[in-house]
């Protein structure tokens, strides 16, 4: 059956739309670097006026227009194809938001083609059975249409990874690379099987060749990327981990930053203290999903974790404060209500990350936790990213609690506002979950946006519920996050006879010029001390002067 008369002048376009401008879509690259037909890519953001993108495709007129479909961008392609109106041409969509319920987006929308998991061997297939009228039904992980019905093939994962050409070698994408984030792959799937994640429907976990990952590695590296994040479920569950570590190390230009998924508790020690020891700070960031610490939860999810092994490689991690680290939680999983969640946060947060992300669970299509959702009474949102309401062990009005104290955990701690006197502010109260709740509650009694503010209102706004001590820290804050002198939000120390004392004290101490302490330093008063910070050539001096010593 021929489903165009293409002839032999193929016109194809792979559409990505990317939730922020700094990320690149590996997927319509790796489709296109495995395809023997041309192929053309057009990449957009979610803030691109869905008109023009429609237009775009309209003014391409294309043979074969496909979509690279997740959770974030799902809606806004269903609109794109709902409203495109294309005389003649093919309409495909591939992703992991149309993998797993292909029937139901092709009964939905006018879509001819489903690329179901795995695309690349598929889609060239497909090219081929399009152009020269082959039989579609030997195109593996396809949905498709035919006289009038639909049909499914099955899904075959790829076997050997390494028969892939890896897609960061195209001409056009050099110019990018210094300004996105470039993301690369040393393996596929999962060994875990979180019932929430659509990692555990991937049967078998696989690897590409370590040279071609080095390869790509040092390209990336040589065309300046700033970022590079590896895409691996679990990277440490690779037999080379330390072999790519040690490369990257030996490969540093003190201008890139890689990022990894880990699962914690399967850390080896040996690989911490490894880096701990050879690594440059900052060079790596871990990103370790912690998700729950309740142990029935976990099993319920298929999720076993060792939470005495995992706590203990965190602190290995933050003691020598070699690796930047971010932990994930998600609020919401089965059984484990307001209290419990509490205490997962509360004690998961007292590791002192850097970064905290709390996430709500998403019942993601073809997921176990989705088909399972009424077992556990789950109301979730049906348009994407399908985040949970409600279940038998959270209400509506935990759900906004939790959504409140996330609100103020990216403000308070994760946007990097605030310097070490937040933390330790967070880190001394015994339940940070109920201190940042008080917070939120603070805002929401003010009247405060979470969004499009100043840094001086995140200040100003958090000030009446500090003690004098706290304000004290929390100032310190203030002044440290600047470089040059910033503009004066509170009262600092103006009286002329102190502050000619302290700066004599400075000028004769550690030499410096009494000029430039006069016009750029501020001085902040405490019960026993005087704290001074110098700005000066786009740097600071901080000293901390006991007033018995004025």
Not at 308 to 320: D, G, S, T, V, Y
Not at 387 to 413: A, F, P, R, T, Y
Not at 431 to 442: A, E, Q, V
Not at 449 to 473: G, M
């Amino acid at each position: 059956m021929c489903y165009n008369d293409i002839g032999d002048n193929m016109r194809t376009l792979l559409i990505s739309i990317n939730a922020k401008y700094i990320h690149t879509n590996n997927a319509v690259r790796l489709l296109k670097a495995n395809c023997v037909f041309d192929v053309d890519i057009f990449e957009y953001t979610i803030k691109d006026p869905i008109n023009t993108i429609i237009n775009d495709i309209k003014s391409y007129n294309p043979d074969l227009v496909g979509f690279s479909a997740y959770i974030w961008n799902i809606d806004m392609i269903t609109n794109i194809i709902d409203n495109l109106s294309l005389d003649g041409s093919k309409i495909l969509v591939g992703g992991p938001e149309v993998s797993y319920e292909s029937m139901y987006f092709m009964q939905k929308h006018p879509i001819d083609f489903i690329i179901k998991g795995e695309g690349e061997l598929a889609f060239n297939m497909l090219l081929d059975v399009l152009k020269y009228d082959k039989d579609i039904s030997t195109v593996p992980n396809l949905t498709y249409r035919k006289q009038g019905k639909l049909y499914s093939n099955p899904i075959n994962e790829i076997k050997d990874l390494d028969a892939l050409k890896l897609p960061y070698y195209f001409q056009d994408d050099i110019q990018h690379i210094p300004n996105k984030i470039s993301y690369i792959e040393s393996s596929r799937g999962c060994p875990y099987k979180c019932s929430y994640c659509l990692s555990s429907l991937e049967k078998t976990v696989r690897f590409f060749d370590n040279q071609k990952v080095k390869e790509a590695i040092l390209y990336l590296i040589q065309n300046k990327a700033k970022t590079i994040k590896f895409l691996d479920r679990t990277f440490n569950a690779n037999k080379n981990t330390l072999q790519l570590l040690q490369f990257i190390i030996d490969h540093n230009n003190n201008n890139t930053v890689f990022q990894f998924e880990i699962t914690g508790d399967i850390l080896d020690p040996s690989i911490i203290e490894f880096l701990n020891n050879n690594a440059p700070k900052g060079l790596f960031r871990f990103e370790i999903g912690i998700q729950s610490i309740n142990y029935e939860t976990n099993t319920l999810v298929d999720r076993h974790q060792d939470n005495q092994k995992l706590f203990h490689n965190i602190r290995l991690i933050q003691e020598a404060g070699i690796i930047d680290l971010h932990l994930d939680l998600i609020a919401g999983l089965p059984k484990e209500d307001l209290e419990s969640f509490k205490n997962t946060f509360n004690t998961v947060f007292q590791l002192g990350a850097k970064e905290l992300q709390l996430g709500f669970l998403k019942m993601l299509r073809g997921t176990k936790i989705r088909i399972e959702a009424d077992t556990y009474g789950y109301k979730y949102k049906e348009q994407a990213p399908y985040e949970i309401i409600k279940n038998n062990h959270l209400s509506e009005k935990d759900i906004e609690q939790i959504h409140l104290v996330e609100h103020m955990l990216e403000i308070h701690h994760n946007k990097g506002y605030f310097k070490d006197g937040m933390l330790a502010l967070l880190l001394k109260q015994s339940s940070p979950f109920d201190y940042l709740l008080k917070i939120g509650n603070h805002y929401m009694k003010n009247g405060y946006k979470f969004h499009r503010f100043q840094i001086e209102d995140v200040y100003n706004r958090i000030f009446p519920l500090l003690s004098d001590q706290e304000l004290y820290s929390i100032k310190q804050d203030y002044l440290k996050r600047s470089k040059i002198k910033p503009k004066l939000i509170f009262p600092v120390i103006k009286d002329k006879t102190i502050r000619s004392s302290i700066i004599d004290f400075l000028e004769v101490k550690f030499n410096l010029d009494r000029t430039t302490l006069y016009k750029n330093s501020i001085i902040l008063e405490d019960v026993e001390e005087y704290f001074v910070i110098l700005y000066q050539s786009d740097s600071q001096k901080i000293f901390i002067i006991k007033k018995e010593d004025i």
